[in-house]
């Protein structure tokens, strides 16, 4: 019998981006789940939703209540232009929420947590690729920095109560995440996101923020998902997992595939005036190999191609 089957599992945030992946991938393992959402989107009559706000300690509690296992996916993020400038939003639309959460989780008795946690812990600084030991070294890049901190809060406090209160505690920290069901609305949008929906709506001259030196090590929705699922499974020893990809690329070649999947060739600028970001982000996997025994399997071109196939189609 697999891991999951019969486990009752709540997923926070269960209706977005990843959560959704994570909960129908739950569903075919054979768990009792329940999603929570801030508002009351369309789900499958296999699923609970819990409609509320996780900010309400009351409504966290009723959410954990029963459950034997909580992945806390809820997250409050967007792109760059986003983040450089919303840096207390972010840490409190972030923490605030996740404490409800891991008090609900310890008051209901919930064997297992899972914090999703973030590369964007990482400093501005290598050494390169990113060790999880280096995820408290100096301070997190500061256009991500509001994000960054509530990430590593999260990470801390949730360590302190595995250690003060005995709550089986894992944490994965992934590095970008794209594909079908991403947010493609401007202001909030990440890079690939931002590329996919500019490159099919024909754009030209096509303008890129930074230099195109930059380099990002992307992870595929349905590969983080089953991340996830086996870092809480295989790792809930409050140490986090790096979930990535070896496949560094920078963003002047990420630029050119994604125009090659949705075979638009305009006159690319890059902009170096505006901001680009941390200069380097690289995934150190050898934990990852090591405890979950398992690599991301979707190439950065396929799932450019099925990035774009959704978009078009959507």
């Given at each position: 019998?697999?891991?999951w089957?019969?486990?009752r599992?709540?997923?926070?945030?269960g209706?977005?981006?990843?959560?959704?992946?994570?909960?129908a991938?739950?569903?075919e393992?054979?768990?009792?789940?329940?999603?929570?959402?801030?508002?009351?989107?369309?789900?499958g009559p296999d699923?609970e939703?819990?409609?509320?706000?996780?900010?309400?300690?009351?409504?966290?509690?009723?959410?954990?209540?029963?459950?034997?296992?909580?992945l806390?996916?809820?997250?409050h993020?967007?792109?760059?232009?986003?983040?450089?400038?919303?840096?207390?939003?972010l840490?409190?639309?972030?923490?605030?929420?996740?404490e409800s959460?891991?008090?609900?989780?310890?008051?209901?008795g919930?064997e297992?947590?899972?914090?999703?946690?973030?590369a964007?812990?990482y400093?501005?600084?290598?050494?390169?690729p990113?060790?999880?030991?280096d995820?408290t070294?100096?301070?997190?890049?500061?256009?991500?920095?509001?994000?960054?901190?509530?990430?590593?809060?999260?990470?801390?406090l949730?360590?302190?109560f595995a250690?003060?209160?005995?709550?089986?505690?894992?944490?994965?920290?992934?590095f970008?995440?794209?594909?079908?069901?991403?947010?493609?609305?401007?202001?909030?949008s990440?890079?690939?996101?931002?590329?996919?929906r500019?490159?099919c709506?024909?754009?030209?001259?096509?303008?890129?923020w930074g230099s195109g030196?930059?380099?990002?090590?992307?992870?595929y929705?349905?590969?983080?998902?089953?991340?996830l699922?086996?870092?809480?499974?295989k790792?809930p020893?409050?140490?986090?997992?790096?979930?990535?990809s070896?496949?560094?690329?920078?963003?002047?070649?990420l630029?050119?595939?994604?125009?090659?999947?949705?075979?638009?060739?305009?006159?690319?600028?890059?902009?170096?005036?505006?901001?680009?970001?941390?200069?380097?982000?690289?995934?150190?996997?050898?934990?990852?190999?090591e405890?979950?025994?398992?690599?991301?399997?979707?190439?950065?071109?396929?799932?450019l191609r099925?990035t774009?196939?959704?978009?078009?189609a959507?």
């Amino acid at each position: 019998m697999g891991f999951w089957r019969g486990r009752r599992v709540l997923v926070t945030g269960g209706t977005g981006f990843v959560g959704s992946r994570v909960t129908a991938l739950l569903l075919e393992e054979g768990a009792t789940v329940a999603v929570t959402s801030r508002s009351a989107p369309g789900k499958g009559p296999d699923v609970e939703l819990c409609v509320g706000d996780l900010e309400d300690p009351g409504f966290a509690a009723r959410a954990c209540r029963g459950r034997e296992i909580v992945l806390h996916l809820a997250a409050h993020v967007g792109g760059v232009a986003y983040n450089r400038v919303r840096h207390a939003t972010l840490f409190l639309r972030n923490m605030r929420p996740f404490e409800s959460v891991l008090e609900a989780a310890h008051g209901a008795g919930v064997e297992r947590l899972l914090v999703t946690s973030s590369a964007c812990v990482y400093p501005r600084e290598g050494p390169f690729p990113l060790v999880e030991r280096d995820g408290t070294a100096g301070e997190p890049e500061a256009t991500n920095a509001g994000y960054g901190w509530a990430k590593r809060m999260q990470e801390y406090l949730g360590t302190a109560f595995a250690r003060e209160h005995g709550l089986s505690v894992a944490i994965a920290r992934p590095f970008n995440a794209y594909g079908p069901g991403d947010d493609f609305r401007p202001e909030r949008s990440h890079v690939i996101a931002a590329l996919v929906r500019r490159a099919c709506e024909g754009e030209d001259p096509f303008v890129v923020w930074g230099s195109g030196e930059q380099t990002r090590s992307f992870l595929y929705v349905d590969d983080f998902a089953r991340g996830l699922l086996l870092v809480a499974e295989k790792h809930p020893v409050a140490e986090p997992v790096n979930l990535g990809s070896r496949e560094e690329v920078s963003i002047r070649t990420l630029v050119e595939m994604v125009l090659r999947a949705a075979g638009h060739a305009p006159r690319v600028v890059f902009d170096p005036t505006r901001p680009e970001g941390q200069p380097r982000r690289s995934c150190d996997v050898t934990r990852m190999i090591e405890v979950l025994g398992w690599e991301p399997t979707t190439p950065l071109a396929e799932g450019l191609r099925r990035t774009v196939e959704w978009y078009r189609a959507s």
